[in-house]
């Protein structure tokens, strides 16, 4: 967008007619999980198909921006909202300057006479020609170009890229990298560059293909590792053939790669493509802001303008990229607040994959985080010598057995589990309940399952057995279950803060799953505000409760810091690293785990950190305990351990002291 000559206050700005407001309460529970706690009545504001920065804005400024539905100077706006809503509009003017100037800079607000204020619309239709090529359908449909499936003359498809009536986009620079290239490798192959009913276009091979997202998607649903890695390396091995040939792409994102049915790769949209040498800053570069760089998320942080892509860089974004192909989820936790992203990029280190409830792939692990170290001198000095690296980090077989002890241990436990029509006391039938879930999770067993659901039932009707029934409908994907059981639960849970832990573990994810967190919201607040008062300790469920997204996250920083050497217990330090990602807590989760040497603490520090010393630790513990147990012996708190060694990436402490 050009700026204007004369000053922002005397423009005429509008809101384009396609630009969504949407307040977050008024989103999916699975899109208001996936941007997390957000204040009271913020607004989401998009615009699909544009290459725009969705924005969280307070339900304040939503209104604000809502005068802009028609032409309006930042004045005449300010002055209408003012007198809306009785306010002082010369304060009014200096609060709402900045953010307005910022909504201008992010394309949200447009000059009223600009082409950004046009909603998108298809200009081509199926048959119509253009040029000398047939229009079959329309792929994508941005702000400033359109991508068809095309036919040429001889009736060969072609990917023909359209700029908008009026636009001046050329395509000359992605037409010079195309021809660079050369295709027939990774890119398409340069067919034509034109113009024709006075727009340019560029034509270029049609390759098939499906986004590599949904083929890494395939992959993870199978459970298929080496499958995984494959298209992993593949895509690593094009983008070091792409800078061997000088390269950089400087657009990395899943939607602009296909992958063949065959497993070949290709690499799509070459606009902010670089030859040659780069370095300095570039004031044109966009993306997606899980795949910057921690140099450019700094920079954008900081205010400053973004750094022109380089190789180095660019490898941190490839190995961003590839992290979510292998796991499904950006390398650190989302966040409402862009700014709050750009920090986390620049700063955390990636999560381990345990950390996602994700099995350890330690070989793997270790090359990513080379890849995406902060300090680019870290990292390899190639994308070719990445690629080598990991294709040489494959999946390793699991050689861990049980010992006979524990396979017999085991199996009595389960035997017992699965007796659903024998007499059984309620608090047994609530210790079975729990290791026949654990049991049908960790072996995907259908009948563990459904003895999990009738041993539930039989548990009584309290709150502990409510939670138990609760986690129960949330494996079998009940939700309305879930959600009566959810409720049961607050209405007999008794008097104190003790349920507040339990609360926190059921609502994890729960608005991935349409659970409406409101009233439990709600009723946790309450259960933490007395605990407060009556003076309890409520550091770890608090740190629990924001976890799950129920509570927003609390400054105690200071208090935590503040905490005397040995005091804590290691989920109290692995909360709170989860919620600062401050290396010390990491430490003193560690220091509490050897010091109480329990196997649930193990396995939440491994977690924590993906080493597997941890899990080591936890086994030895666990088998050593079964060489020792008395034949025949019916343990059911060791069997629950020896079941969650079996997933430790995903293994929880039981929600009752009662194993």
């Known amino acids: 967008m050009s700026q204007p000559e004369t000053g922002l206050s005397d423009v005429l700005f509008m809101l384009p007619p396609d630009a969504q407001l949407v307040e977050v309460g008024d ?9 997390g706690p957000a204040p009271p009545g913020h607004v989401v504001v ?20 809502d005068r802009f539905r028609e032409p309006r100077s930042f004045v005449e706006a300010v002055l209408d909202f003012s007198q809306a809503e009785a306010r002082d509009p010369f304060a009014t003017l200096e609060d709402a300057f900045d953010a307005l100037a910022t909504l201008v800079d992010g394309r949200v607000l447009v000059p009223a006479d600009s082409p950004d204020a046009q909603a998108i619309a298809p200009s081509l239709a199926a048959g119509q020609a253009f040029g000398a090529y047939e229009i079959v359908l329309l792929v994508q449909a941005l702000e400033d170009g359109e991508v068809y499936r095309a036919l040429a003359p001889d009736e060969t498809p072609v990917a023909l890229k359209i700029a908008r009536p009026g636009d001046r986009l050329s395509f000359a620079h992605e037409a010079r990298i195309l021809r660079q290239l050369g295709g027939g490798g990774d890119s398409p ?3 034509e560059l034109g113009e024709a009913h006075e727009r340019r276009f560029l034509a270029m091979e049609w390759r098939p293909g499906a986004p590599i997202a949904a083929a890494a998607q395939q992959a993870r649903a199978s459970g298929d590792r080496r499958r995984l890695h494959r298209l992993v390396s593949r895509l690593l091995a094009a ?50 802001a899980h795949f910057y760089e921690p140099e450019m998320a700094a920079a954008l942080a900081a205010d400053r303008l973004p750094p022109a892509v380089t190789p180095k860089g660019e490898q941190a974004a490839v190995a961003a990229l590839a992290y979510l192909l292998l796991t499904g989820l950006p390398t650190v936790d989302a966040t409402a607040e862009h700014a709050e992203l750009l920090v986390r990029i620049a700063r955390r280190p990636p999560l381990p994959f345990t950390a996602r409830g994700i099995e350890a792939w330690p070989a793997a692990e270790a090359v990513l985080i080379r890849a995406l170290a902060k300090d680019p001198a870290e990292r390899f000095t190639t994308m070719a010598a990445f690629a080598e690296a990991f294709a040489a980090a494959g999946p390793a077989r699991r050689r861990t057995r049980r010992p006979p002890s524990a396979d017999a241990l085991l199996g009595a436990a389960l035997d017992r589990a699965g007796e659903v029509w024998a007499d059984a006391s309620e608090l047994e039938a609530l210790r079975l309940g729990w290791l026949a879930l654990r049991a049908a999770l960790a072996w995907s067993d259908v009948d563990l399952l459904a003895a999990a659901d009738v041993w539930s039932a039989r548990a009584g009707d309290d709150w502990r057995a409510q939670a138990v029934r609760a986690h129960v409908a949330r494996a ?25 832990a339990v609360l926190a573990r059921l609502m994890d994810g729960a608005g991935a799953r349409d659970i409406e967190p409101t009233p439990f919201a709600t009723w946790a607040a309450d259960r933490l505000y007395a605990a407060m008062v009556a003076g309890r300790p409520v550091m770890r469920d608090h740190l629990a409760l924001a976890r799950a997204g129920l509570l927003p996250l ?3 920083l200071g208090a935590l810091a503040a905490l005397p ?17 401050e290396p010390a807590f990491a430490e003193r989760a560690a220091v509490a785990a050897r010091r109480s040497n329990d196997i649930y603490d193990l396995l939440r520090v491994h977690q924590l950190t993906g080493e597997t010393d941890w899990l080591v630790a936890a086994r030895r513990q666990a088998h050593g305990a079964a060489r020792q147990a008395p034949a025949g012996s019916l343990d ?17 402490r039981p929600p009752f002291d009662w194993l």
């Not at 998009?46 to 921006?65: D, I, K, Q």
């Not at 879930?482 to 104190?496: H, I």
């Not at 997933?647 to 929880?652: A, D, G, L, M």
Request: charged content about 25%; some cysteine; hydrophobic content about 45%.
């Open 476 to 500: 079998r994907c009940d939700r309305s279950g879930e959600a009566r059981a959810l409720e049961a639960f607050t209405q007999r849970a008794p008097p104190g803060d003790a349920p507040l």
């Open 27 to 35: 989103l999916s529970l699975r899109l208001q999980a996936k941007i």
């Open 554 to 556: 609390p400054d105690m």
């Open 239 to 288: 983008y070091g053939r792409l800078h061997a040939r000088g390269v950089v792409h400087g657009d990395i994102h899943p939607g602009n790669i296909l992958m063949a049915e065959d497993g070949r790769i290709t690499l799509l949209d070459f606009g902010r493509a670089r030859a040659g040498v780069t370095g300095g800053a570039d004031i044109s570069r966009a993306g997606i």
């Open 189 to 191: 192959r340069l067919l």
């Open 636 to 652: 059911l708190g060791l069997a629950l351990r020896l079941i969650e060694l079996e997933t430790p990436y995903r293994s929880v």
């Open 46 to 65: 998009s615009r699909p198909g544009f290459r725009v920065t969705t924005r969280l804005v307070s339900a304040e400024l939503a209104r604000l921006m």
């Open 565 to 581: 050497p040995g005091a804590g217990d290691a989920d109290l330090w692995a909360l709170a690293h989860d919620a600062y990602a």
